[in-house]
T-cell receptor
Framework: GAGVSQTPSNKVTEKGKYVELRCDPI?????LYWYRQSLGQGPEFLIY????????DSGLPNDRFFAVRPEGSVSTLKIQRTERGDSAVYLC???????????FGPGTRLTVL | DQQVKQNSPSLSVQEGRISILNCDYT??????FLWYKKYPAEGPTFLIS?????DKNEDGRFTVFLNKSAKHLSLHIVPSQPGDSAVYFC??????????????FGRGTQLTVWP
């Protein structure tokens, strides 16, 4: 079956612009996670949804970052007033109810010029 | 602060030999541990996991050992194959019941298996 998909695969934007990153989880997975990975680092947690609601958003670095999952499936990560330090690979993962692993998508590479 | 640490950024092993990747953690609330493998331009792929109620879990060529008192785990790959060359991430979670929440990742170890 289809895995987690993320679009776009690459996004280049200018400092101060707004971007949206999309994640399509594996069908039927109830949990969805966003991470970001900077060069030379491991993935860093941003936010986790159980169904439509954010179960844990403690990893969002500031109020420029926001994520939604309105129908409990697709999720969008939104970044306002982008800064050069936001440049990273943004990873999405999903997990079935009661699952003990997270399945990752290929990521979106965001470059802020 | 890094709650999961992989202190070796790289490891080079000959094909057929054992690869041992190490991971340390600081948070005693962690009770579930995972290893992921990552190729360039791809997302991490789950390899193997272990719950804190066990000290060993095996899956084919991959074995994970957990030493709770030392807050240390290791991944053994035997025998190593060139296709195992990738970045390996250790991750930990504090599971609440059966819900797998946020994962804390180490910085990864680049494994190179040479023929």
């Amino acid at each position: 079956g289809a895995g987690v998909s993320q679009t776009p695969s690459n996004k280049v934007t200018e400092k101060g612009k707004y971007v949206e990153l999309r994640c399509d989880p594996i069908s039927g997975h109830t949990a969805l996670y966003w991470y970001r990975q900077s060069l030379g680092q491991g993935p860093e947690f941003l936010i986790y949804f159980q169904g439509t609601g954010a179960a844990d958003d403690s990893g969002l670095p500031n109020d420029r970052f926001f994520a939604v999952r309105p129908e409990g499936s697709v999720s969008t990560l939104k970044i306002q007033r982008t800064e050069r330090g936001d440049s990273a690979v943004y990873l999405c993962a999903s997990s079935p109810r009661g699952g003990n692993e997270q399945f990752f998508g290929p990521g979106t590479r965001l470059t802020v010029l | 602060d890094q709650q999961v640490k992989q202190n070796s950024p790289s490891l080079s092993v000959q094909e057929g030999r054992i690869s041992i990747l190490n991971c340390d953690y600081t948070n005693s609330m962690f009770d579930y541990f995972l290893w992921y493998k990552k190729y360039p331009a791809e997302g991490p792929t789950f390899l193997i996991s272990i719950s804190s109620i066990k000290d060993k879990n095996e899956d084919g060529r991959f074995t994970v050992f957990l030493n709770k008192s030392a807050k240390h785990l290791s991944l053994h790959i035997v025998p190593s194959q060139p296709g195992d060359s990738a970045v390996y991430f250790c991750a930990a979670s504090a599971m609440r019941g059966s819900t797998l929440g946020r994962l804390y990742f180490g910085r990864g170890t680049q494994l190179t298996v040479w023929p």
